[in-house]
T-cell receptor
C-alpha cells in the first residue's frame, strides 16, 4: 500500500464542515481516480484525471470538488455533505498511454473512511 | 453499463478447499481484472486477462474468460484463512478507460 497513500484514514464531520481528502501516488503514474465505496454497492467512479486534467465527472454532486495540482497529488474537497455521503473513499492511479502503451492495472490507496453526522 | 456482476455474493469454505467466483458483464471488453479487498482497505490487483485470452494462472489463482458468454471465473485453489476477503471483477472497454467494478464476492475461509 505504500505506492498510493491517503490521508486521513478516518474522518468524522458534520454536515456544515469543510474538509479535504488527500491522495498521493509514488509510482510515477499520470492518471488518478476517486472512487466511492458504499455498503452493498459497487465501487462508484467519481472523477478521473489524466495528465492533471479532469476527463471524467460521473454526475457527482457539487459538494464534492476534486483538485489535481500535479500528477502525484489528488485532493477531494468536501463541503456541506449529507449523511448518505458516508462511505469509504478510494483513490487509485495508473499509467495512462495516449497510444495505448499505458498499463491496465490500477493501484489503490487504503481509503478514507468518512462518516457524516 | 458494462458493470461486472459477481456470483455468489458470499461464499464460505473450509481451509484447503477450492473457491470459485464468477463474474458476468454486459458489453465487449478489452480486459477483465480481479481485485481483492481486505475489510475496509484498498483494493489489490490479483490478475488481468485480456479479451483474446481464455485462461491465466498466477500461483494459486486461475482465471478463465468466455467472451461469448461475457463471463469470467476466478478459482483459488487450496484456500487459506488469509484468503478471507472480498473479491471484485473489473472490466475495461478499451485500454485507457477507467475500470468498472462489480459488487464483489465476500469469501470466508474457515480454519
Amino acid at each position: 500500500e505504500t505506492g498510493v497513500t491517503q490521508t486521513p484514514r478516518h474522518l468524522v464531520m458534520g454536515m456544515t464542515n469543510k474538509k479535504s481528502l488527500k491522495c498521493e501516488q509514488h509510482l510515477g503514474h499520470n492518471a488518478m481516480y476517486w472512487y466511492k465505496q458504499s455498503a452493498k454497492k459497487p465501487l462508484e467512479l467519481m472523477f478521473v484525471y489524466n495528465f492533471k486534467e479532469q476527463t471524467e465527472n460521473n454526475s457527482v454532486p457539487s459538494r464534492f470538488s476534486p483538485e489535481c495540482p500535479n500528477s502525484s497529488h489528488l485532493f477531494l474537497h468536501l463541503h456541506t455533505l449529507q449523511p448518505e455521503d458516508s462511505a469509504l473513499y478510494l483513490c487509485a492511479s495508473r499509467q495512462y498511454g495516449l497510444a495505448g502503451e499505458g498499463t491496465d492495472t490500477q493501484y489503490f490507496g487504503p481509503g478514507t473512511r468518512l462518516t457524516v453526522l | 453499463s458494462q458493470q461486472g456482476e459477481e456470483d455468489p455474493q458470499a461464499l464460505s469454505i473450509q481451509e484447503g478447499e477450492n473457491a470459485t467466483m464468477n463474474c458476468s458483464y454486459k458489453t465487449s471488453i478489452n480486459n477483465l481484472q480481479w481485485y481483492r479487498q481486505n475489510s475496509g482497505r484498498g483494493l489489490v490487483h490479483l490478475i488481468l486477462i485480456r479479451s483474446n485470452e481464455r485462461e491465466k494462472h498466477s500461483g494459486r489463482l486461475r482465471v478463465t474468460l468466455d467472451t461469448s458468454k461475457k463471463s469470467s471465473s476466478l478459482l483459488i485453489t487450496a484456500s487459506r484463512a488469509a484468503d478471507t476477503a472480498s473479491y471484485f471483477c473489473a472490466t475495461a472497454s478499451s485500454g485507457n478507460t477507467p475500470l468498472v467494478f462489480g459488487k464483489g464476492t465476500r469469501l470466508s475461509v474457515i480454519a
